[in-house]
């Protein structure tokens, strides 16, 4: 026996219950309680049983014995969170702010264990010869169920159970009756449900590409060579492989995994999107086969648990999925490999705010793996620790095999306008989607927006039309309802304007279902595919939408950011960006890097076949620095401007921010919270300016950009430092501040939130 007592962690996120209780081993349970296990013990005033998880085990009382109560049991169903798991969500609540419960329940996505799926099946006992007489004798005696099963259990051998119930309609007493006899018996299987379903059908045309025989260029072969070679050296520096659009990343990746798989270990893969998991799954799968699988939250609770399971005794080497497939627990993690690390989606939304870059590399250290990013536009973060030597840095320059990046033409809309020309689609773009249909070649038509996402206004007031219980305008869809993207509230249009009756209340109408009706009309032979999340709500619309382009279905892909990552179109020969700079009207110090990513990874989709391609930037906006950069495909003079905003202002990765979200259904009880903590840290800015000028910047209290989202009142304090440490200890201090409120019942209703370097705005 390990210890008498254990120190558990309560299934309850709340504040003042953020930390461990103990209590006593009952000699019964000595057995069973470990590190991790699941249990229910009785908590509060009426000792009601709750489940919580087991955090440590000891000899030693922290408290009088007769003040201790005993575990009541251990939960069997519920997943165990080893020692492991319980390390790095202490690590994540720390890093990133939440309480433990939540940041246990984030690292332990499977939560309960199901019951295994069995096969079962007749099996033949009887040799061919028996079987045959025993035939025989039951066609003489008129039993022709029986008859029939055994002529096909001559047949086959063995038959699954569902065909023979079903197909072969034979009861099970039947069955029973052979089986009593002797004749057969019955098996049953576990088998794993499994979530790779790859389709002949669909696969055929990329399997045979990707099946093809390839060999590394040496570029490709520098970046596998040296990320395995530094490995068996025992280097665990994280590297990033800067390879422009078309290069070959993923070929490096497959390598890389090949040498970790040699090596007895294994990998995950992460994507930035559910979208793309089929595509990137048939490249994997023909290369690794069944060693292959997913883990996402479009998963069944028994597909999931089944993963879980085959990872765990090693039937997986290899794990794709987006940020939350981090947390499979490998028996022996080699490389977690984080494919175009740029993108948002690998922040977390939900506490903890989590980011898969830092998270991957905490996991890595725990399990002496490596952490592979890959990006065409790396994230400034990425690209400035390569530059200061933190990681290590791989380029790849050049397209494969003839392919060349695409020409790019930047067109003024302004003077389109002038020009009298009001179209969606300068005259430019117009003549290049003719040419492309006349040739039979695919376009791509990227718009930055969702919806009719136009909000509506009166064009003699300026009144906006807005959401009643959150601060942001409604956008305006088919059919002239109006919606709040927030919250989902609907209202009919409107045809006066509720403040001045004016009926001049107009949609701004740049949506991607405004596009395709135009695209309609200016190209009446062009058959359309629209792709943004409206047409996505379905499960495997994405599957759909995405192979019927692959197979030449469309001549027109039409869609917001999701159709700009990391697909592969080699017929697509032309991209035309409809309004390159509406991303840039976002109140967010990220909006440049944003556009520059979008118009750049955009311009990329083009030319990936042997035809070479071109793209059409349209905007308001030639001259401003994300775009002029982007029309380039220049990174690294994007970068350096970029980063020197950046240092000017203290953002990241000059610096760290953290930024506190202070919500309340209270308007005046949010902010006076809100006071109370930006006067907190004033107070330790003012401590710490005394070391020589080194304080914290913090900039705040004031209501958020979207000061209300469903009648919730939002303020929002920021926080600046280089040095991380100095934010955790400021959100450790705000906590430690929360916490005492609490518990001295004295407490403005609101709730209090941390996001360390956001990537979006509040
Ligand atoms: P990236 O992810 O960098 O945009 P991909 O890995 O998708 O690029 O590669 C682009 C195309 O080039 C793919 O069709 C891929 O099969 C092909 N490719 C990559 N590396 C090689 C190589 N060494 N030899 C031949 N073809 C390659
Ligand atoms: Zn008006
Ligand atoms: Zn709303």
Same mark, same amino acid.
């Given at each position: 026996m390990e210890g008498r007592f254990a120190d558990i962690i309560i299934d309850i996120s709340h504040e003042k219950l953020d930390k461990t209780f103990q209590y006593i081993i009952p000699e019964r349970l000595a057995e069973r309680v470990k590190i991790g296990v699941c249990v229910s013990i009785p908590f509060g005033n009426g000792n009601r049983l709750r489940k919580g998880y087991v955090a440590k085990i000891g000899n @030693?009382?922290?408290?009088?014995?007769?003040?201790l109560k005993e575990?009541?049991?251990?939960?069997?169903?519920d997943m165990e969170a080893e020692a492991d798991y319980i390390a790095l969500a202490a690590w994540m609540k720390e890093q990133y702010g939440s309480t433990m419960i939540t940041a246990l329940k984030t690292v332990l996505p499977v939560k309960r264990k199901m019951k295994s799926q069995e096969k079962k099946s007749c099996k033949l006992l009887l040799d061919p010869e028996e079987a045959r007489d025993l035939l025989q004798s039951c066609i003489s005696r008129n039993q022709t169920a029986k008859a029939r099963l055994l002529q096909e259990l001559i047949r086959m051998g063995e038959l699954p159970m569902p065909l023979v119930t079903g197909?072969?309609?034979?009861s099970s007493r039947t069955v029973k009756s052979l089986e009593s006899q002797g004749a057969l018996c019955t098996v049953a299987k576990k088998s794993y449900r499994d979530p790779?379903?790859?389709?002949e059908k669909t696969a055929d045309s990329r399997m045979q590409e990707y099946g093809r025989e390839k060999r590394l260029d040496p570029a490709q072969q520098e970046a596998a060579d040296g990320i395995l070679g530094d490995f068996d050296n025992g280097k665990r520096d994280t590297s990033l492989?800067?390879?422009?659009?078309?290069?070959?990343k993923t070929e490096v990746y497959l390598a890389v995994i090949e040498g970790m798989i040699r090596r007895g270990r294994q990998a995950v893969v992460l994507i930035p999107?559910?979208?793309l998991t089929y595509q990137t799954l048939l490249r994997f799968y023909v290369r690794f086969g069944n060693r292959v699988s997913v883990m996402n939250s479009t998963l069944s609770q028994g597909e999931k648990y089944d993963q879980w399971e085959r990872v765990k005794r090693g039937e997986i080497d290899i794990v794709i999925g987006p940020?939350?497939?981090?947390?499979v627990p490998f028996p022996n993690l080699g490389a977690i490999i984080i494919d175009?690390?740029?993108?948002?989606?690998?922040?977390?939304?939900?506490?903890?705010?989590?980011h898969a870059r830092e998270t991957a590399e905490k996991i890595a250290s725990m399990h002496d793996a490596i952490v592979v990013l890959g990006s065409a536009t790396p994230s400034l973060e990425a690209y400035y620790r390569a530059k200061t030597g933190k990681y290590r840095l791989y380029e790849l320059t050049k397209r494969q095999e003839g392919s060349k990046l695409p020409s790019v033409y930047t067109v003024d809309l302004r003077e389109e306008l002038k020009q009298g020309n009001r179209s969606a689609f300068s005259r430019k773009l117009h003549g290049m989607i003719e040419e492309r249909l006349a040739k039979k070649e695919q376009s791509i038509l990227f718009l930055?927006?969702?919806?009719?996402a136009g909000f509506v206004s009166c064009r003699?007031?300026?009144h906006v039309m807005k959401c009643p219980h959150c601060d942001v305008s409604l956008s305006e869809h088919m059919g002239g309802k109006l919606a709040c993207h927030y919250c989902g509230y609907e209202r009919p249009g409107v045809k006066?304007?509720?403040?001045?009756?004016?009926?001049?209340?107009l949609g701004f109408r740049a949506g991607t279902q405004q596009i395709e009706e135009a695209v309609h009309k200016e190209f009446p032979g062009a058959k359309v595919l629209r792709m943004d999340a409206d047409s996505t709500r379905t499960k495997d619309s994405y599957e759909e939408i995405l192979n019927a382009f692959a197979n030449g279905e469309a001549d027109i892909l039409l869609g917001t950011?999701?159709?700009?990552?990391g697909h592969d179109f080699p017929n697509v020969t032309l991209v035309g960006i409809?309004?390159?700079?509406?991303?840039?009207?976002?109140?967010?110090?990220r909006a440049g890097e944003r556009t520059f990513q979008l118009l750049t990874q955009a311009a990329g989709?083009?030319?990936?076949?042997?035809?070479g391609g071109e793209v059409v930037i349209q905007t308001?906006?030639?001259?401003h620095y994300s775009i002029v950069y982007a029309a380039r495909q220049d990174y690294k003079g994007f970068y350096e401007e970029e980063m020197m905003y950046r240092e000017m202002l203290l953002y990241p990765p000059a610096a760290h921010m953290l930024a506190i979200l202070v919500a309340s259904p209270v308007q005046e009880e949010g902010k006076k919270l809100a006071v109370q903590i930006g006067v907190l840290l004033k107070r330790r800015e003012a401590v710490l300016t005394?070391?020589?000028?080194?304080g914290l910047h913090v900039i705040g209290p004031a209501a958020a950009s979207?000061? @209300?989202i469903q009648d919730i009142y939002r303020f929002m304090i920021y926080v600046k430092h280089k040095d991380y440490g100095k934010l955790i200890a400021a959100k450790n201090s705000v906590e430690a501040y929360l916490e005492e409120r609490a518990e001295n019942g004295r407490a403005e209703k609101g709730t209090v939130q941390f996001d360390f370097d956001p990537v979006c705005a509040y």
């Open positions: @030693k009382a922290e408290y009088a014995l007769e003040k575990i009541a049991d251990v939960e069997e169903k197909k072969l309609h034979i790779v379903k790859i389709s492989i800067y390879g422009i659009t078309g290069s070959g999107e559910i979208a940020r939350s497939a981090l947390f175009e690390e740029h993108e948002n989606t690998y922040k977390s939304e939900a506490m903890p705010k989590y930055n927006r969702r919806g009719y003699a007031c300026g006066n304007c509720p403040e001045c009756g004016s009926k001049y209340i950011q999701m159709i700009v990552k409809l309004a390159a700079d509406l991303s840039l009207h976002i109140n967010d110090y989709r083009a030319g990936r076949g042997k035809q308001y906006d030639p001259g005394g070391e020589e000028g080194k979207i000061g @209300k």
